[in-house]
């Protein structure tokens, strides 16, 4: 495998930390690889020419059959609480090529996924199947479409290979974007093994990259852990406020920039039900919808926990740190809380103090199974009753009204999305990219890239499934 002539300026931070945070590994080479898609913008946006990407030698790099100049491939070591159970991990089919400093100053990875394996990969083929790869392209730039932090898809090529998963399916790999792939998992690989020196290093290498703002004050160890915890409620909270179901919420998957990670089996709410689940994998509902913030919270206890002795440290004693670990968690509930009652207000409109409101008009949602998204949208247009039906509703409505002006109503279009990735139509569009045809995976993304317009000749994408289309239940890539 040779250089590519691929320009991306590499300045790899992570891979100067040492041997024991990875594992030095080159990409598989594949088959027949072909482009899928590039997306322009956010290659402007780091710096890197969207047409070179998109060239012979482009593609060659992003599917992994050339290295880039400055790239230096690796699979990252972590472990994981996956439900609830804990296991040494690391990257299995994904492969750190490094890491560009894009035009707003800012650090960001750039990884492959589906790669081919790596000493991590223990039984696993390294490889990804196109349709979890088209999933994650089209549901990680919606939500960042709509405002939620979250890792960015760079890329898509197939392979020109087939991957053996339930059934024989074409292959591809994905080049995803992140402000880190630094997970609660990483924090925890070190702390199993008890690695204090493993676990400062990589705690001052997050403040670096992620809280700088705390570098200098006088407990930086528990200031990352407050930093931490408050990014990932304020995270829970957007995902709660879209009807958005991560679906597999280990603490391998909970990142320590506060991004959303990783997008197998999730999925968006249509019929409002708090107890929503779709993962085909968890079959007990541990990361249902209105599980969430109790997962997050769970898996912040987690990195609380990796991170006890260097608070120990910090305060002088075991108990100290313990004390420390347990105030910072306490925070979480409250910061949550804050943060979707902010949201839920905007929504709706409403200031400060009518929290009621919105969650009347929630449990009006649930009885009546209206879809989460429209039942918000159709309030600023007007006609939710529609929706609704109901005397309950007609009575929250005119009680609603009372408290607004109608600049408030006309403002609900701003933040309440009327597009999103509906279930159906991600699938709908996996079904044709593995009979080859990519046009409405490309209007897919163009279209939920708008997320609170609507053009006419893409109605359909404001419309619930009809019964037939109903899509129940999401799998995982692996």
Known sequence: MGDAGVRFGFDNSYARLGGKFYQRVLPTVVAGPGLIEVNAALARALRLDPAELASAEGVAVLAGNAVAEGSEPLAMAYA?????????????????????????GKRYDVQLKGAGPTPFSRRGDGRAALGPVLREYIVSEAMAALGVPTTRALAAVTTGERVVRDRMLPGAVLTRVAASHLRVGTFQYFAAKQDLEGVRALADYAIARH???VAGVGK??????DGVIGRHARLVAQWMLLGFVHGVMNTDNTSISGETLDYGPCAFLEAYDPEAVFSSIDQLGRYGYGNQPGAAHWNLARLAEALLGLLAEEEGSEEGAIAAANEALGAFGPEYEAARGAGLRRKLGLEAGDDGLGEELLGLMAAGGVDFTLG??????????????????????RRWRGKLGGASVAGLRAVNPVVIPRNHLVAAVIAAGEAGDFGPFREM????????????????????????????ATFCGT
């Open 80 to 104: 994981g609480h996956q439900f609830g159970h804990f296991v040494l991990l690391g990257d299995g089919r994904a492969n750190l090529l490094g890491e560009v400093v894009g035009v707003d």
């Open 211 to 213: 809280y700088a703002e």
């Open 220 to 225: 930086p160890y528990r200031a990352l852990l």
């Open 376 to 397: 918000f949208r159709r309030l600023g247009d007007g006609v939710a009753g529609e929706l609704f039906g109901s005397a309950a509703f007609d009575d929250w409505e």
């Open 445 to 472: 993304v163009g279209v939920t890239a708008r997320p609170f317009e609507l053009d006419g000749e893409f109605a359909r994408y404001g419309v619930p499934a009809r019964v037939e289309e109903r899509v129940t």
